[in-house]
């Protein structure tokens, strides 16, 4: 999906976080958002992944002027909302490059590299060792 093949008043951004991958289409509207076909209190129940989710938007006071639809995959819940975080605030920045600086300001343009770290071989996870015995 390109932004050649959206009309003209739709903005698209892809976001990642994690394992989750989410795209992010955005046109003027009533503050409607659609995750995966479902409206955003039936995919999101957790408090925290909607206050996530809409960061970009109270930052730049367009909550509720904006028509959102979600397509996201991968990862869990967390993650999921994290990547729509980013990839909205990509598309706002797509709508009008003034609302660029306030988003890289408060860091939501930056893609967070934080993911879990691999377990070592000889230990049970990825820093934590086996119990000392001293006999």
Do not use: W
């Not at 795209?23 to 479902?38: H, K, L, S, T, Y």
């Not at 006071?61 to 979600?70: R, T």
């Amino acid at each position: 999906m390109s932004n050649a093949s959206l009309s003209n008043t739709s903005f698209y951004g892809t976001g990642r976080r994690k394992e989750s991958t989410a795209r992010v289409i955005i046109q003027p509207g009533a503050g409607e958002v659609v995750v995966n076909g479902r409206p955003l209190d039936d995919y999101f129940s957790r408090e925290t992944s909607k206050m996530i989710l809409q960061q970009p938007l109270q930052l730049l006071e367009q909550l509720g002027k904006m028509d959102i639809q979600v397509n996201v995959r991968g990862g869990g819940l967390s993650g999921q909302a994290g990547a729509i975080r980013h990839g909205l605030a990509r598309a706002l920045c797509k709508l009008n490059p003034e609302f660029r600086l306030p988003l890289k300001k408060a860091g939501l343009l930056t893609r967070d590299a934080r993911a879990v770290e691999r377990k070592k071989y000889g230990r049970p996870g990825a820093r934590k060792r086996f119990q000392f015995s001293k006999r």
